[in-house]
Every structure is written in structure tokens, then in C-alpha cells.
């Protein structure tokens, strides 16, 4: 997904690319291995044809600062040494023809407090899942992280996007429906009998699914803002992007929780329109 917004075909969309390219310094980060040997060369192609066809001032200096961390701090890390390897033989070409000015630039996005993620999938969220049955501790583990994340990654697109891309963002459509596809199978797992998940198992799925609405309610608000931004959603019939509640396959697992562990945490059952089922 993200090489896609790192080709020319989006060179026209500067705030896309200059997000694909903090993804990837957030996912080198964490999961880290698990990211970074997906970086094949046609990424790394993709990249070299980024640094040499950039346009964009900020897209450029977001690209060689995350080339340059990458050559000098993450040197462990043999997946990205085809990536660096084309750094070192280009850097001198690009830097002359875009110059090494550094206009203001946010913070190195970081996600901070997290273990590193274990071998298994960390792409499981990314279709639908119908199966409720709670996965084993390790599997379990695997999957929480990979929801955690994709909570912080979408926080970070919709917080680093002008209102008026917000709606047909497509990156920000991706990350909203992996944190509803997460919420949904976590709900899922929380109701799961066969095995029923202990006090500790329950706690951190609660924990992880609170995460996972709050990155995105924080996405319905700029939605709607951008929305208002553009004076859209005065008729109710119009055909627009929205985003709404949908309880459908969600008010059997919270009254069945409710009934036996008390009052699940508020706003669970959040749905995404034109994302998806998750």
C-alpha cells in the first residue's frame, strides 16, 4: 500500500507521499524486522525514482532525512540495506539537483512504550474476520500489538492531513479499516467461550479496543470537520463520504458482555462508510 503513494502517479498529491513516508519511519521503528523485509526493490526502486522526480520541497526533505536516519541508525537492520546502499550512490546526484535546504519539518513521528512484535503476521487486520475463537497467547499477543499500531498510524495520518484531503484520502481509508476490522475481532474475542479469556487477556483486550475507538473518533471528528470545512452534508439524501454508527453485528457482543462482566467501555460499535467491513 504505501510504495503506491510513493509513485510518480501521486507526485500531484505531495501531502500523500510526504504521510507514506512518515509511515515508513513509524513502521521501521515498530514492528521494525517485521516491517522492513517486506522493502524489496521494487521499493527501493520506487524510492530512487522518488529522489529523483520530487517536486515537492517537504516531500523532499522528510525523504532524505528518513534516508539519512536510516543509513546512520538503523545499520542492524539488513532489510534496509539495499534501501541505504541506493542512498549512499544517489544522495550526492539528488542533493544537487533539490539542494539540503531544511524548511520547517515536524518531529520524527516515534511510537514510544512498545515491546517489539513477535514473527507472527502483522497484517492479519487487513480483510474481515468472522471467527471469534480466541487465538492462542502467542497469536493473541501478535494481534494486539498490530491493532495498537495501526490505532497510532492512523491517529498520525488524519493528524498530519489538511481537512481537504481528508475525504478521499485513500491511505486514511486503509488504516480506518483496519482499526474497524481490529475493534470488531476484538469484541469478538472478548465474548469467545471456547477458550473464555482470563481477567488479564480481558483486560488488555478492553485496553487495546479503547485505543482503537479513540483513533477512530478522533477520524469521524476530522471528517466531519472536513466536511463543514467544505460545505457539504446540509441534505441528507447527498451522496457523499460519511461516517456513522452501525450496531449491526456489534449489540449482540456488548449486551452479552454487559451482562456478564458490567458496562463494556463507551462507543464500540464505530463504523466506517465506503471503508469496508473490517
Request: glycine letters at 4%; aromatic letters at 6%; one cysteine or more.
Amino acid at each position: 500500500v504505501i510504495r503506491k503513494f510513493l509513485s510518480k502517479d501521486y507526485s500531484s498529491r505531495p501531502s500523500w507521499q510526504y504521510n507514506a513516508i512518515m509511515l515508513v519511519r513509524i513502521l521501521t521503528d515498530n514492528p521494525g524486522e517485521t516491517f522492513t523485509r517486506n522493502l524489496d526493490d521494487k521499493f527501493v526502486d520506487t524510492i530512487r525514482a522518488l529522489l529523483k522526480n520530487v517536486k515537492d520541497l517537504s516531500v523532499w526533505q522528510i525523504l532524505m532525512e528518513t534516508l539519512d536516519d536510516f543509513e546512520y541508525t538503523k545499520t542492524d537492520d539488513q532489510n534496509l540495506a539495499p534501501l541505504v546502499l541506493m542512498w549512499q550512490k544517489e544522495k550526492e546526484a539528488a542533493i544537487k539537483k533539490h539542494g539540503n535546504r531544511k524548511p520547517p519539518v515536524p518531529p520524527r513521528p516515534f511510537i514510544t512504550n512498545q515491546p517489539q512484535l513477535n514473527r507472527h503476521s502483522q497484517n492479519y487486520f487487513a480483510k474481515a474476520h468472522h471467527n471469534n475463537r480466541l487465538p492462542d497467547p502467542v497469536e493473541l499477543s501478535s494481534r494486539l500489538e498490530e491493532a495498537r499500531t495501526s490505532a497510532k498510524l492512523l491517529e498520525q495520518v488524519v493528524m498530519n492531513t489538511s481537512p481537504g484531503e481528508m475525504l478521499q484520502n485513500e491511505l486514511i481509508k486503509e488504516f480506518a479499516d483496519r482499526c474497524l476490522s481490529a475493534s470488531r475481532s476484538l469484541q469478538g474475542y472478548m465474548v469467545s467461550e471456547n477458550p473464555a479469556p482470563d481477567n488479564e487477556t480481558m483486560e488488555s483486550l478492553i485496553d487495546t479496543n479503547e485505543q482503537l475507538q479513540t483513533a477512530l473518533n478522533q477520524h469521524k471528528r476530522a471528517v466531519l470537520n472536513a466536511r463543514k470545512q467544505l460545505g457539504l452534508g446540509t441534505n441528507s439524501n447527498e451522496n457523499s463520504p460519511v461516517v456513522l454508527s452501525d450496531n449491526s453485528d456489534t449489540e449482540g457482543h456488548a449486551r452479552h458482555n454487559n451482562a456478564e462482566t458490567g458496562s463494556m467501555p463507551g462507543d464500540v460499535t464505530t463504523g466506517v462508510i465506503d471503508a469496508g467491513k473490517g
